[in-house]
């Protein structure tokens, strides 16, 4: 006699107990010839201004952007406005499609409006009424931009560091820097950047703004010194790691992707001069 129970009907799965039209779990890889490692489900971001949803890119030799995660027809965008993806990498320009990208910043509804054409100003004002449905359903508040203000000096801050000859902020102490590869088990890898043992770096004086001399408009920030943690003198695939922000464990690891976007920030010396310190901290 054929049972009637349903209850399995009704929660979607078979009389088994199996469910229906389950698809296994496929693996995320990265192509070995890709110039970003992160994996596309951990691009998407969402503007702290206006509260609509952003896909981050890397930008080759440069820091992520974020895009406008719909694509707008390439003859109705100014041409130094156009953006196309390759590889997972976002490149200024256009590539010969019909299709391009625009920065999220183009078309921010809590931005300036500035001399939009009439596509650019019609995806203003849909963005701009997503932002009022996200503020009213209390799902998104604005935060408004401000400098950030420096750490007190007895507390770890933010270190500025030399690697690879070029300045980046770090987000904050070194000894705490975690690796942003992905693990099998779908997170983030929960060890830190640094081995085991003490900081690989030494500390130095160096000027805030060697690269402007006398006479070049900011006199008083170039004449201060900071200290910066100098790790230049580590060997080239030891610095590679470290700017990729990956343990030792992910270091060889071609395979793994990121879970998480690099938290290097290129050290600015107006922008994040609330963290430069004038003096060596002690040890």
Not at 73 to 100: E, F, I, K, L, M
Not at 129 to 151: H, V, Y
Not at 177 to 193: F, G, M
Request: aromatic share 6%; hydrophobic share 30%.
């Amino acid at each position: 006699m054929r049972s009637t129970n349903n209850s399995f009907a009704d929660d979607g799965r078979a009389w088994d107990g199996s469910r229906k039209n389950h698809r296994a779990r496929r693996s995320l890889r990265i192509d070995a010839d890709s110039p970003s490692r992160l994996l596309r489900s951990a691009q998407v971001g969402q503007c702290a201004a206006c509260g609509n949803r952003v896909e981050w890119y890397q930008r080759p030799g440069s820091t992520p952007i974020p895009l406008h995660p719909e694509e707008l027809p390439a003859s109705t965008v100014p041409a130094g406005q156009r953006w196309h993806v390759s590889s997972g990498a976002a490149h200024a320009g256009q590539d010969g499609s019909a299709w391009c990208r625009v920065r999220h910043h183009a078309v921010c509804p809590a931005g300036p409006a500035g001399n939009l054409n009439p596509l650019l100003a019609e995806t203003r004002r849909a963005l701009g009424l997503t932002s009022r449905r996200l503020q009213g359903a209390g799902l998104f508040t604005p935060s408004p931009e401000k400098e950030p203000a420096p750490a007190p000096p007895s507390l770890p801050g933010r270190t500025v560091v030399c690697l690879l000859y070029t300045r980046y902020l770090a987000p904050g102490p070194l000894e705490q820097l975690q690796c942003v590869a992905h693990t099998r088990r779908r997170r983030r890898c929960p060890l830190p950047v640094r081995d085991s043992g003490a900081l690989p770096g030494t500390w130095r004086l160096e000027p805030v703004d060697p690269l402007l001399g006398p006479g070049g408009g900011r006199l008083p920030i170039a004449q201060e010194v900071m200290a910066v943690y100098d790790l230049t003198g580590l060997a080239y695939a030891e610095q590679l790691r470290w700017h990729n922000q990956r343990c030792s464990t992910h270091a060889g690891i071609d395979e793994a992707a990121d879970h998480a976007r690099i938290e290097w920030e290129r050290f600015d010396p107006v922008r994040h001069r609330p963290y430069t310190r004038d003096r060596i901290p002690d040890s």
